[in-house]
């Protein structure tokens, strides 16, 4: 039997481009996919003789010797890369570095990467990463590697020339939009320790909680983390809204994802897939009960937000749970299956679709959000001269004998400075629209 993983990640830098979990497993018999070779029974001769001596060809004309275990394994990857840029093949290396990505450490930079028009894009990097703090940022495309172009490179190729050893460097050559010139810059690699689930309470009453990806834990974890906002504010007060950042979350595993929008949706349709197989179609349904009992929820995505992230806001959105802010989100709406072939490889396929409640793929769209609002920065308005009623000469002296600044929050602790992000900004005052106005996203 094949045992078959499911994940809807995209590509971490040193890694495969899919993180896969343990469990939950489907096993599926190998009869299952007969119904789709019976479909072709006779293979195309004409072809396979083409093949057989190109492949003659290579081995005896080659100016260098290349080995026939290589070439063939040249022309399995060449199989599913000319798919979709998802189905890859992986060696060895790469299925065993796959493993660790879904533990949440690895080695590497730090980069979620997928091809664009021959050079490799960046989805976008991993918080608090080498590449992150090196200043590579999403949308970001990578055009050279220690000066030797890209394109045309397999995106598996290109994860295996930058992976290295801790502590040594890579000069990554990038084009940004908007800018005149392209820009080096040195990324020294380290060992990747992803902290997938933050959280910390924004202003009295209102939380955050931040997922960088999504692993085997960040279902618990993203629980846990509700849990501790909600016992932290019923010491001041009570909880009344939360924001789910997603920004720049590149995805992850499927189990993770139903999870988290699971705590938050009470009923219904989380996600479904459709594929050719019959393991390939499945639904995830929500169990009863909502951890925070209707509270408002606003999600906030980006061009970065991919996969397992278009999951969670694509069912949060549907089932109307969440308001969704900022900029359209990836557009990565299919699933990949993992198949160990032996001896360490696999086969990484893409299978299916997946589907949001209301039955959108999002492949190629992506998520567009409820309330549009781009990254900018704030400025306040310098006035001149601003002349208050205290500054009047004879003004009437309050009657609150403990009257408090009005910057001032309700514990008497001041507020979270929020001028730096200005999307997270508008998340919070959306929160205490709803919170006023006793309604529902």
């Known amino acids: 039997m094949l045992r078959i993983l499911l994940s809807l990640s995209m590509g971490f830098i040193f890694l495969s481009s899919l993180a896969q979990a343990d469990e939950p497993n489907t096993e599926v018999a190998a009869t299952e996919s007969q119904p789709i070779a019976e479909q072709d029974q ?13 492949f003659e060809q290579i081995r005896q004309g080659y100016v260098e010797e290349v080995s026939d275990t290589q070439l063939l394994e040249n022309a399995i990857a060449g199989l599913l890369t000319e798919l979709d840029p998802h189905s890859v093949y ?5 299925y065993g570095d796959l493993e660790e990505n879904s533990s949440g450490e690895y080695g590497g930079l730090g980069l979620e990467v997928a091809t664009q028009d021959g050079v490799i894009r960046v989805v976008s990097p991993i918080d608090d990463s080498p590449a992150a703090e090196a200043g590579i940022e999403a949308g ?5 590697m220690n000066d030797n172009p890209v394109r045309g490179m397999s995106l598996q190729k290109a994860i295996e020339k930058m992976r290295g050893e801790q502590g040594t460097s890579i000069k990554l050559t990038v084009y940004r939009e908007g800018e005149d010139d ?31 990806q999504f692993q085997r834990k ?33 995805g992850g595993l499927v189990p993770a994802s139903v999870e988290i929008a699971d705590a938050l949706i009470d009923s219904g349709t989380i996600v479904y897939t459709e594929g050719r197989l019959p393991s390939s179609n499945q639904s995830f349904d929500a169990t009863p009960g909502d951890m925070l009992e209707g509270l408002p929820v606003v999600v906030l995505i980006n061009g970065g937000s991919a996969s397992a992230s278009e999951i969670v806001a694509g069912a949060l959105q549907d089932h109307g749970r969440a308001a969704i802010l900022g900029t359209q989100s990836f557009g990565k709406g299919s699933v990949q299956t993992v198949v160990p072939l032996g001896d360490g490889r696999a086969v990484k396929l893409t299978t299916a679709r997946y589907f949001t409640p209301n039955g959108r793929s999002i492949q190629a769209e992506g998520i567009v959000p409820d309330i549009t ?13 601003r002349v208050r009623e205290a ?16 910057d001032a929050d309700d514990d008497g602790e001041s507020k979270e ?5 200005n999307q997270l900004y508008e998340a919070v005052n959306l929160l205490k629209g709803f919170y006023l106005l006793g309604a529902k996203p």
Not at 42 to 54: A, D, H, I, N, S
Not at 203 to 208: F, L, P
Not at 417 to 421: E, K, N, Q, T, V
């Open 42 to 54: 006779r293979l195309p001769l004409r072809e396979l003789r083409l093949f057989t001596q190109v």
């Open 90 to 94: 992986l060696n060895e290396e790469s």
């Open 140 to 144: 970001d495309l990578i055009i050279k």
């Open 182 to 212: 392209t820009m080096d810059i040195d990324v020294v690699r380290d060992i990747i320790q992803v902290s997938a689930v933050r959280n910390r309470l924004l202003e009295s009453g209102y939380g955050y909680v931040r997922i960088a």
């Open 218 to 250: 960040s279902g618990s974890d993203f629980v846990d983390a509700l849990q501790e906002l909600k016992q932290q504010s019923e010491q001041e007060n009570p909880l009344k809204g939360l924001v789910i950042d997603l920004r720049n979350n590149p």
């Open 373 to 385: 609002v781009e990254r900018a920065e704030i400025r306040p308005y310098n006035f001149r001269q």
């Open 391 to 406: 500054d009047l000469e004879g003004h009437l002296e309050t009657m609150e004998e403990d009257s408090k600044p009005a």
């Open 417 to 421: 400075d929020l001028s730096a992000d």
